[in-house]
């Protein structure tokens, strides 16, 4: 399956690079629009037959040394020591039996590929290395000292100069589907990449923005419904031609803008199945009957007479001949099928003149003389044998582009229908085009200048006016006296400053063109140029008495009416129509501009060897195919550049909506700017210009997932405030609260709905829930500050209570200390007394606990005879001081401990079932009745210890005084 991302991957092995001398000798510059489909337009076959440009010598050839360009260029032959590879710790030292091989660097070619250069040796570590033979080999890096590597390839020890060597991905990056995922990113690494995966039928790699498909000629299992229908549900998302097909029409929906598949690679290569193949998608979007659908039904009329049986290609679309055919070709199909099964006398000559409507000796006259005018005379001259020959095949051909372009006319009226219906198309066709870097200067964008080929000196050789080639050739084929010899001084004479042209002796000139020099033989080229059709053959149409000659006839003459208008006039009657030349430029122009207005979506075809076999990969020829069409410098282009873009209007409309605050005061730019930021895009993979956001490759990826995952999101906080605020109304209404909160069937619908892409309907009703449940938030959000300014106020009233219970607290610290100076000082001065006392006798202090003190009473029960009672009376009031002082310790300490247990209740830090403030009411009541009833006792104590002390001896003032002085003190 190509799309088997992450499939089992096989071990890596090494490919066995095959010479690269096995290019074929002349290829060609194959760049000419074959046809455009969908509401475009056929290039007729008969103009590639006059096409001047015929390739003489590609200027390649065997010898590969001789070319800078090439990343083997100077490579010296090698041979490599046959013995097996020396162990990783062994010594590959100076010392080591390997050759050493002297190896010129990879060309500069490589080393702008190579993203690093001193990697590998570092480490021990896998490492392409150059072969004399110009193939690349997987080698093993034993050791590196100085300059040079010891190299295990295969069952061979090689010293290589440790610079030539380019760095193995690691093989985890093995068959990776896009290119632009390789670590190390230069022409070895792609080849084998490309291999990897062509040796399992995985013939298609993204290559950046280009998709790359290599020519299996064998069927592979990636097509059919099951495949169209995995795409479109987007189950797999490998790179295939129907993910292209697929992103094109959806952006055509989604854009409105029209779509290209530009379809590019060298005969052979498998661009018009591959055109079939998208086509075939397409046309199954459309549910088989749509206008995708009616042109695939074309195609045989199309390949019938627009395909034939060339060397490169069994059903080439080009490079046929009606005329003539080289050996090994045939012409258009249509003939051998016209005359398959055809009687004899149909294929004769008599019948082209009964097929045309005309006469015998019209035709006979029309094709060996021609008519002119000389002053005011008309005269007929003969023509000779080969002038009759090239008139004859002139008409042929003439009638046969005419014959074409008048069937694709008729396809293209009876698809008319289908193109009203949509408005929008898409165009398939096979030329290839390069990302503008003007746009980035002009939207103020500050890019790293990515060194790229600039093909405009070459495009200036070719178009300029008036001295471009084109302009030259069609000047020197309207001069009487005008010959291929002259044509060519006249190049060399004004195109040498030009550093794309280089001219060469006799009627040879070179040209080197983005894919390599080629050189030009330019015999024939002003006589093809002209592609004369003489008046005579044209009247002769017009006389037919059959519809189409006649039409034919009319077309051609019109054309040459307009050339009368807009080109230059010339004496001679047949150089009044358009020259091929002017004709083909005229023809690419219009493609570009129709181009311009699209959307190109690039597939690169590749033909992997020449002989059309199945399982055949050279490398040299893959190699050759990606470097001529710039496959490995648009992935590097795709790395720093921004190829996706899209202006700020668009961006900010199209996912505006995901932003989480309201946005539609904004201007487009805040708004993109906003989603930017919102999703976290890293700086580095997008700028801002003054009109366009650009991104880098595989943004637009990224922005499918925002979209995705935000939709998502979305969903499921709906879905969460839905089931709360729905299960929140059941319990209110039902009062019940222990119901299931979800219902599961409405859950699963939600699941399957995030699978679904994201459409309007949708988009609009995920709104609409959004705002809902936003109202709904609003108002928890109300309750909530209601709630917290309630908790603010009990938070003040609890700081409130605070303070009073502090400042409570102090006023019994105060008292406390009070009562407690009070106690000492009485129990001090009744010590005294006693002390005085026990002076005149012996009896000792009784214990305080053979006494009893009713203070509450006011009475004091004594357990002795009067002659002891005043002793006895000192003893009890020491021992009621005593407990009223342990009394006063303990009391304040339980009211200390209740009082802090409170206010850890209160503030949450201890868990009690009782209400604080309940509780430190009534703590305070109980606190002042103690405190009276403490007051009072301590009070009546005093009393009566007063009064003892008058009775006992009322002349010691010394020992009263501390009575007076504590008299003074308040008790509250
Ligand atoms: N995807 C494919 N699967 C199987 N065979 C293929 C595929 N693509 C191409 N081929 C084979 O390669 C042949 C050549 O392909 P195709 O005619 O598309 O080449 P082309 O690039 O259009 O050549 P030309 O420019 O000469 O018209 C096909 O006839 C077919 O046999």
Redesign the pocket.
Known sequence: MASAKGSVLKPRVPPSFKQIQSLPAGFTFDGSP?YMIAGGTYGGPAAEDNDPMAVIDSGRGDDFDNNDDSPYSGVKPVSLEERPPKDENEDGGPDSKATTLVMNSPSRTDIRWSDTTSYGPKKKLQAWCPLPNGDWALGKILTTSGLESIIAIDEKVVKLLTESLLPANPEILDGVDDLMQLSYLHEPSVLFNLQYRYSQDM?YTKAGPVLV?I??????PLYGNDYIEAYKRKAIDGPHVYAIADIAIREMIRDEVNQSIIIS??????????AK?AMQYLAALGGGSGIEYEILQTNPILEAFG?AK?L????????SRVVQCTEGERSYHIFYQLCAGAPHCLKGFYNVTKLLGCGTGELKLALSTRKMKVGNDNIVQKLTLSQATDTRDALAKSIYACLFEWLVEQINKSLEAGKRRTGRSISILDIYGFESFDEYIQDGIDWAKVDFEDNQDCLNLFEKKPLGLLSLLDEESTFPNGSDLTFANKLKQHLNSNSCFRGERGKVFCVCHYAGEVMYDTSGFLEKNRDLLHMDSILLLSSCTCRLPQIFASKILSQSDKVMVNQYRSSVADSQKLSVATKFKGQLFQLMHRLENTTPHFIR?IKPNNL?LPGNYEQGLVLQQLRCCGVLEVVRISRSGYPTRMSHQKFAKRYGFLLLESVASQDPLSVSVAILHQFNILPEMYQVGYTKLFFRAGQRQMKCRIAKKNYTDILKASIVIQSAIRGWLVRRCSGDGALAPADKHEHAQVIEADQVVVKASVLAELQRRVLKAETALRNKEEENDILHQRLQQYESRWSEYEQKMKSMEEVWQKQMRSLQSSLSVAKKSLANDDAGRSSGSSTPLRDDKDFSWDIGSNHVRTNGQESNGMRSQMSAGISVINRLAEEFEQRSQVFADDAKFLVEVKSGQAEASLNPDRELRRLKQTFESWRKDFGLRLRETKVILHKIANEESSSDKTRKKWWGRRNSTKIL
């Open positions: 074959k013939i498909a020519n299996p000629f064998k069927e592979v690679g060298e005969s052979g290569a498998g661009k018009t199945e591959t193949i395909n060339t490169r290609n069994d059903n080439s679309s080009r490079f075809c059309q």
